[in-house]
């Protein structure tokens, strides 16, 4: 058990009077506090705000820092979501005076180098996909698809063909994928997947037709597994007149080794908070770039970040653009992250990020395969979804008493209970950042707990500060905030 006192509030530790520092009493004429305000905005007596001592607030916020699970305190293997190492050194070259004490209103001329580092950003991004139009500013992955599909349905508008509506989307695929359409005001249609997690090509045939707008894909697919009927899905689609929209979420799996515009993505997003290492948690913040065709160029939100006469232009001047997608250039701290780590890795080293990812989940996938299921083969890419399934039908065991139990042997849970196609699902990913050491100590921890008596998995997490919450109403009703009863 932790210390108590890390969770005890600061207004339970305020004690009348109590301060954290003293200013000398003012000696210069103040006017009266109703001269300045409003009577409407003054109180009539103080709030109700704890009194403290400096050290009991430093030591209050820095125990509350330390009770969540962190990839800087922690394995975290949470399938889909890339959780590698953030490098410190990208945390401070982000936060240099020069980068962050720019305004976003200031003129072209000031800003000269910012927009050279997300110019070339914008490049090497166009380079790692195959697809030469960028755009910088949607604000995270899910944010990329929805403008990209707003671009296809302006596309289709501009062709004439604003009767293409239809967006097709695999059944393994992330829950953005069809939200997003819905949000662009289109419709979607599931297409099954076969039993080794592959699209369903009969399934997909009898689904594509001249209404067909966009075939979303998510590929590597979300059970790790690289899509080998590429080729021919993108002939179909395309012979149709549709789309084919990568969800870029998995390129961490391919950098540098294969890419998207040449294996028929006509759109895709790229998520820099997972592939190039950007901090992420607690929902963000991320970044969404998006690359496209050059037919799609056109449509590209506005503003754009160009390169004219030697000059780094803002340039709004795009009569086709869907126009703004959010305010200012997107989340530029994130962005900045994501060139400092591509330009650190370099050409060269990229492939070999993707490669090390590659290995660590084959080589779990290889260690873990006689204490779990694994649906999909012996062979992955950068993740594996293994199944609780035999294991909850043997002993009681479910997918979510071992991802709480792990969290007692100091490491975060898999994703579980996705892909939806899976049952109790467990989507492990590794990344490349974690040493084999690291990879070993995590099977022995699974293998331990699943010979554990079952009641002792039911009461996990014994450790944490919180035990099993109610993980829809935390989401869909939080209370982020003390309210005084007073
Ligand atoms: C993370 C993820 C997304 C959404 O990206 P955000 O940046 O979280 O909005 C979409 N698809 C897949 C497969 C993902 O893993």
Redesign the pocket.
């Known amino acids: 058990m932790r210390n108590r006192q890390a969770l005890q509030l600061l207004f339970e530790l305020s004690r009348p009077g109590r301060r954290a520092h003293r200013l000398p009493a003012c000696d210069v004429p103040a006017p009266p506090p109703e001269q300045i305000y409003a009577p409407d905005l003054l109180r009539d007596r103080p709030p109700p705000l704890p009194e403290l001592a400096e050290p009991d607030v430093v030591r209050h916020f820095t125990n509350l820092s330390t009770l969540n699970m962190s990839v800087d305190t922690h394995f975290y293997p949470l399938?889909?979501?890339?959780m590698k190492y953030n490098p410190k050194r990208n945390e401070s070259l982000a936060s240099l005076p020069g980068l962050v004490d720019l305004h976003p209103l200031q003129d072209e001329a000031s800003v000269q180098g910012i927009l050279q580092l997300l110019y070339e950003l914008q490049r090497f991004l166009a380079e790692i996909s195959g697809l030469p139009g960028v755009s910088l500013q949607p604000a995270?992955?899910?944010?990329?698809?929805m403008t990209a599909l707003m671009m296809a349905a302006a596309y289709f508008e501009h062709q004439g063909q604003s009767a293409r509506r239809k967006v097709l989307i695999p059944d393994s695929?992330?829950?953005?994928?069809p939200a997003s359409a819905r949000m662009a005001g289109l419709q979607t249609v599931t297409i099954r997947s076969r039993d080794d997690g592959s699209v369903d090509m009969d399934h997909l045939r009898t689904q594509v037709d001249e209404s067909t707008a966009v075939f979303m894909i998510?590929n590597p697919n979300?059970l790790g597994k690289f899509e080998r009927q590429m080729t021919a899905i993108a002939e179909l689609i395309h012979e149709a007149g549709g789309l084919i929209y990568l969800?870029?979420?998995?390129m961490n799996a391919i950098l540098g080794i294969a890419r998207p515009g040449d294996f028929g993505a006509d759109m895709m997003?790229f998520?820099p908070?997972?592939t190039f290492s950007g901090p992420?948690g607690g929902?963000?913040p991320?970044?969404?770039p998006i690359c496209v065709q050059d037919f799609l160029e056109p449509f590209l939100p506005t503003p754009r970040i160009d390169r004219i006469g030697g000059q780094y232009r803002i340039t709004t001047d795009h009569p086709l653009s869907i126009g703004r997608v959010r305010s200012f250039f997107g989340n530029i701290g994130v962005l900045i992250r994501a060139y400092c780590y591509i330009r650190t890795y370099g050409g060269e080293g990229l492939p070999e990020v993707s490669r090390h990812a590659v290995l660590n989940a084959n080589y779990l996938l290889a260690r873990l395969k006689d204490l779990l299921t694994v649906p999909h083969g012996e062979r992955c890419m950068h993740e594996f979804v293994a199944s609780a399934a035999e294991v909850k039908k043997r002993r009681g065991i479910t997918a979510m008493d071992i991802a709480k139990r792990l969290l007692d042997y100091g490491f975060h849970a898999p994703t579980v209970y996705f892909p939806l196609t899976v049952p109790e699902a467990m989507m492990i990913e590794p990344t490349e950042t974690e040493s084999k050491q690291t990879l070993d100590a995590f099977v022995e921890a699974l293998s331990q707990i699943l010979e554990e008596p079952v009641e002792v998995l039911r009461d996990a997490p014994t450790s944490t500060w919180i035990r099993r919450p109610n993980e829809v109403q935390a989401a869909r009703q939080p209370v982020v905030k003390w309210t005084a009863c007073s």
């Open positions: 399938g889909s979501c890339t995270a992955g899910a944010h990329g698809e695929a992330h829950g953005t994928n998510t979300t969800d870029g979420a998995n997003h998520n908070h997972k992420h929902g963000g991320g970044a969404g």
